[in-house]
């Protein structure tokens, strides 16, 4: 188990040393966050005596159903000794610090984050992700963002479409299961996917609708609502500095 206070009393030295850290909850932030979230997670874990710190990137404007809570585009975790151990907080502050020098940190845009992730060229340990545009949805966005608007309008649209299909063909495999056996787990499992991710193509609809009106004012707007969702869901209100999308200030087509 990690507690707040815990990681609260282990980062005191860095957050005396770094003016641009700000330690929320468990979550040690870089500073500042625009559109762009950028720091260590210092996770629990089922043994007591293990904290497992992760380090991160996100864009904030996303659409993901857990904007209630964390979740890590683009992360990886490290080692440290474990906390009953001799010097544990000196290892974990160190490594801590070693990782706030990682290529991520340094991701301070958009323009930055669709470079470093699309190909993956972040260098670190424990990597834990995929290229940018192998998740069609939130390339899109951030796509959208830059202001590539035909270019994001066509990755959104073979997405939803794609994936409207295949899941319209699981429920109905799963009617047809049902048919045979009334409780059958399996057609179960198939609904519970099939719905929830039918529920995140109604998430992305109205960023495909803007897109195909080529509306930047209405595009900005969305996209700036799912940042504030998402910065709420993250409980970083206080740190979120609001500003224009590139899209807003002329980028792209």
């Not at 787990?185 to 009106?213: F, M, Q």
Request: with cysteine; net charge neutral; aromatic share 10%.
């Amino acid at each position: 188990m990690t507690t707040a206070s815990e990681v609260k009393k282990w980062m005191l030295p860095l957050l005396q040393r770094r003016d641009d850290l700000v330690l929320v909850g468990r979550n040690l932030v870089i500073g500042p966050v625009k559109h762009i979230v950028r720091g260590i997670y210092f996770d629990a874990s089922w043994d007591k005596n293990l904290c497992r710190p992760v380090w991160y990137v996100n864009k904030l404007c996303s659409f993901h159903d857990e904007q209630s809570g964390l979740w890590f585009e683009n992360s990886g975790w490290f080692p440290v000794k474990r906390t009953h151990e001799q010097g544990f907080v000196e290892d974990v502050v160190s490594k801590t610090e070693a990782a706030l020098n990682l290529d991520f940190s340094r991701v301070l845009t958009l323009e930055d984050f669709l470079a470093r992730t699309d190909p993956v060229t972040l260098n670190g340990f424990g990597k834990l992700y995929r290229s940018l545009s192998s998740r069609p949805p939130h390339y899109a966005t951030v796509l959208a963002a830059l202001g590539r608007i035909g270019e994001a309008h066509d990755v959104l649209a073979l997405a939803v479409e794609g994936i409207e299909r295949s899941r319209l063909a699981r429920l109905a495999r799963a009617e047809l299961e049902f048919s045979k056996r009334t409780n059958s787990a399996i057609a179960k499992l198939d609904v519970e996917y099939a719905v929830h991710d039918l529920g995140t193509i109604e998430k992305l609809r109205p960023l495909l609708t803007v897109l195909k009106s080529g509306d930047r004012a209405a595009i900005g707007a969305l996209l700036r609502e799912w940042e504030r969702l998402t910065v709420k869901g993250w409980k970083l209100e206080h740190l979120w500095e609001p500003s224009a999308f590139p899209i807003e200030l002329g980028a792209g087509d």
